[in-house]
């Protein structure tokens, strides 16, 4: 949106094709009132990693909890008050020193909203999601994330149901410190494995 | 000891990433295809899952917010 609105820069051919899909939509009655502003508004500022980070943060404190969020991850959470589209049928891997787990998506854009929001551009775009399945230690090498030649480096290809999201390691010296700021030090990219923390 | 944080103001979903979307239209489409999935296929994702495989399939340099009309646009056409 331009500040005063009075010269707006011509629709492209693309915010032309949306809109005609908007008008036609509203027509057939498929789009309720305030519908697109309030989807807009829970995805810029309601759903996002924070959401994954308090998940995490909880499994690091409650040895039960974590227990049960890598035997139903759905369902542990939703004990957080998170679900919703693409969530249905979450699995939560677990990062070991040995194991270090990455999640792509090879066809198409598939990435646990509820936990993590949408994916960040790079997650989407062509290289990403080649190369992550035909050279995972290159490829997360070059994305500042070297792992030591032994460990092993699993990758989940989110299918059309299932969606991944990875449990980090709990770093060194973090003994003392509460949930709240557990999840605080978790980041969006060591929950898609693409970062250790 | 720093103080406690709370949960609710630890930070936006932007934190350790980007904004969700770039655009307005981005963000429009995006809300379409949730209100099609949701008013037309009964929340069934997978018909659209689909739209967008083939799409990002057929044009894997485009822009993938365009991908998307593109795929919103094959399953419109397909509605009864």
Same mark, same amino acid.
Request: charged share 20%; glycine share 8%; net charge negative.
């Given at each position: 949106m331009s500040?005063?609105?009075?010269?707006?820069?011509?629709?492209?051919?693309?915010e032309?094709r949306v &809109? &005609?899909?908007? &008008?036609?939509?509203?027509?057939?009655?498929l789009?309720?009132?305030?519908?697109?502003?309030?989807?807009?508004r /829970?995805?810029?500022?309601?759903?996002?990693?924070?959401?994954?980070a308090?998940?995490?943060?909880r499994?690091?404190?409650d040895?039960?909890?974590k227990? /049960?969020?890598?035997?139903?991850g +759905?369902a542990?959470i939703?004990?957080?008050g998170?679900?919703g589209p693409?969530?249905?049928?979450?699995v939560?891997?677990?990062n +070991?020193?040995?194991v270090?787990?990455?999640?792509?998506c090879?066809?198409?854009?598939?990435? !646990?909203?509820?936990?993590?929001g949408l994916?960040?551009?790079?997650?989407?775009?062509?290289?990403y999601r080649a190369?992550?399945?035909?050279?995972?230690?290159?490829l997360?090498?070059?994305?500042?994330c !070297?792992?030591?030649?032994d460990?092993?480096?699993r990758v989940?290809?989110?299918s059309a149901?299932?969606?991944?999201?990875?449990?980090?390691?709990?770093? !060194?010296?973090?003994e003392?410190?509460?949930?709240?700021?557990?999840?605080?030090?978790?980041? /969006?990219d060591?929950?898609?494995?693409? &970062?250790?923390? | 000891?720093?103080?406690? *944080?709370?949960?609710?103001?630890?930070?936006?979903?932007?934190?350790?990433?980007e904004l969700a979307f770039?655009?307005?239209?981005?963000?429009?489409?995006?809300? *379409?295809?949730?209100a099609?999935?949701?008013?037309a296929?009964?929340?069934d994702?997978?018909?659209?899952?689909?739209?967008?495989?083939?799409?990002?399939?057929a044009?894997?340099?485009?822009?993938?917010w365009?991908s998307?009309?593109a795929? *919103?646009?094959?399953?419109?056409q397909? *509605?009864p």
């Amino acid at each position: 949106m331009s500040a005063g609105g009075h010269h707006p820069a011509p629709a492209s051919p693309v915010e032309q094709r949306v &809109a &005609a899909l908007e &008008a036609l939509l509203t027509e057939r009655g498929l789009v309720p009132e305030g519908f697109i502003e309030e989807i807009t508004r /829970r995805y810029e500022s309601e759903i996002g990693p924070m959401n994954g980070a308090k998940v995490v943060a909880r499994a690091w404190v409650d040895p039960q909890y974590k227990q /049960r969020l890598l035997a139903d991850g +759905t369902a542990a959470i939703a004990e957080l008050g998170f679900g919703g589209p693409e969530g249905d049928h979450m699995v939560i891997v677990e990062n +070991t020193p040995g194991v270090h787990n990455v999640i792509v998506c090879t066809l198409c854009s598939c990435y !646990p909203w509820p936990v993590l929001g949408l994916p960040p551009a790079w997650y989407k775009d062509p290289p990403y999601r080649a190369r992550m399945v035909r050279e995972p230690r290159t490829l997360l090498a070059e994305m500042g994330c !070297p792992l030591p030649e032994d460990a092993e480096i699993r990758v989940w290809d989110s299918s059309a149901e299932v969606r991944y999201l990875v449990l980090p390691e709990r770093p !060194p010296g973090t003994e003392g410190i509460t949930e709240a700021e557990l999840a605080g030090l978790v980041t /969006r990219d060591s929950m898609i494995g693409t &970062a250790r923390l | 000891m720093s103080t406690p *944080l709370s949960l609710s103001d630890l930070d936006l979903p932007r934190r350790n990433g980007e904004l969700a979307f770039d655009a307005p239209w981005q963000s429009t489409v995006f809300a *379409l295809a949730a209100a099609v999935i949701e008013h037309a296929f009964g929340g069934d994702r997978e018909p659209f899952r689909q739209q967008l495989i083939a799409a990002i399939a057929a044009q894997p340099g485009r822009p993938y917010w365009e991908s998307w009309t593109a795929a *919103l646009e094959a399953l419109v056409q397909a *509605l009864p």
